[in-house]
Structure formats: structure tokens, C-alpha cells
């Protein structure tokens, strides 16, 4: 009968074990990622993908960049893969989280009278503004421009319409007091 028991506990602690070592090798249970397990210790760490750069204007008039100092509204050349220049005009500054600092440009246009060798900025006019910021690795400086060069947007002196614009004009409704004058009064009696 010992016999018996000791057969029968030992087959209930086998079971036992077997209920356990199932418990552990349950997929569901078991971690998928290596950060949960000791073993990741002595693994060497998974390369992270870096984050997009974000651009952030500079708030500044001027910048310094390779011994020069680039104004907002200076004009600028660049240089095609043909050799070609092309001039513009700079609209403001931006720098990444990465220090490579860019402009934004305003294309000018050359006219007729443009001579091919040289800038002129008698003969240039204001052409479509770019978006795109350009790395200041490919613009040049041509010359420094006077705020209202070009139609500058934020030019300290505004100029003023030659001629009135077509509009609507708002007005106050309602009744209107006028203050008459005490010679008028005086000379009534």
C-alpha cells in the first residue's frame, strides 16, 4: 500500500512540475523583447534612427557665416551645374538642429538691359520667392542692399501710393455733434 501512495504522490508531483514547466514555456508568458531579458546585458545595443532635422528661423538681422556677414535683404549669386549666375535677394535666415544654417531667397529677374558679367541692380527685378531654404555653401555675396531695395517688406520707411486705391471706406454711422464756434453765437443776438 506504501507502494501504492508513493507511486501515486510521486505521479501528482510529477504533474505538479509538469504544470509549472508548462507555465513557463506558455508563449504568452515568455517576453518577445530582448530589453526584458538578463542576456540583453552583454548584447551590443541596436542602432537608433536619428531624428529628422528641424529648421528654426534666426531671429537676427545679420549672421556670420565663413568670414562674412550675410544681411537680410543683401543681394546673392548662385552658380548652376552649367556655370550659368543667377542673383537673388535674401528674405530671412534659418539654422538646424545641426548648426548647417540656410536662406531664404527672392529670385531677381534680369531685364533687357542686364549686362551678362556683372550685377546691376538698376536693371534687375524682383522675381518669385522660394520656399525652399538654399544652404549658404552655394550662395556668394554680391553686395549689401539698402531696405527698401527691391521692395523690401519690412522697410522702415513705407512708400506711400502714388495714386488713391480703389476700396471701401469705413465710416462711423450715426449722428454727428459739431461744436459751432462762439463768434457765430454773439453775432445771431
Not at 506504501?2 to 514547466?21: C, I, P, Q
Not at 535666415?93 to 531664404?104: G, N, Y
Not at 539698402?146 to 501710393?161: D, G, T, V
Not at 495714386?163 to 471706406?169: A, L, N, S
Request: hydrophobic fraction near 30%.
Amino acid at each position: 500500500m506504501e507502494k501504492a501512495k508513493m507511486e501515486s504522490g510521486s505521479d501528482s508531483l510529477s504533474d505538479e512540475r509538469k504544470v509549472v514547466h508548462s507555465k513557463r514555456l506558455n508563449s504568452k508568458n515568455v517576453s518577445k523583447t530582448p530589453a526584458k531579458s538578463r542576456r540583453i546585458i552583454f548584447k551590443k545595443n541596436r542602432p537608433i534612427k536619428s531624428l529628422r532635422a528641424i529648421s528654426t528661423p534666426i531671429n537676427s538681422e545679420r549672421l556670420y557665416y565663413k568670414g562674412s556677414y550675410f544681411t537680410r535683404g543683401d543681394v546673392v549669386s548662385l552658380v548652376d551645374a552649367s556655370g550659368r549666375v543667377y542673383y537673388a535677394q535674401v528674405r530671412g535666415f534659418l539654422q538646424d538642429q545641426f548648426c548647417e544654417k540656410s536662406a531664404v531667397i527672392t529670385w531677381l529677374l534680369p531685364t533687357q538691359g542686364s549686362p551678362k558679367d556683372r550685377f546691376d541692380p538698376a536693371t534687375y527685378i524682383l522675381g518669385p520667392e522660394e520656399d525652399i531654404p538654399r544652404n549658404l555653401d552655394c550662395i556668394e555675396f554680391v553686395c549689401h542692399a539698402p531696405s527698401e531695395y527691391f521692395k523690401a517688406k519690412r522697410s522702415p520707411y513705407p512708400e506711400l501710393p502714388s495714386k488713391p486705391e480703389i476700396g471701401v471706406m469705413w465710416t462711423k454711422s450715426g449722428p454727428k455733434i459739431i461744436p459751432l464756434p462762439l463768434t457765430e453765437l454773439s453775432d445771431s443776438d
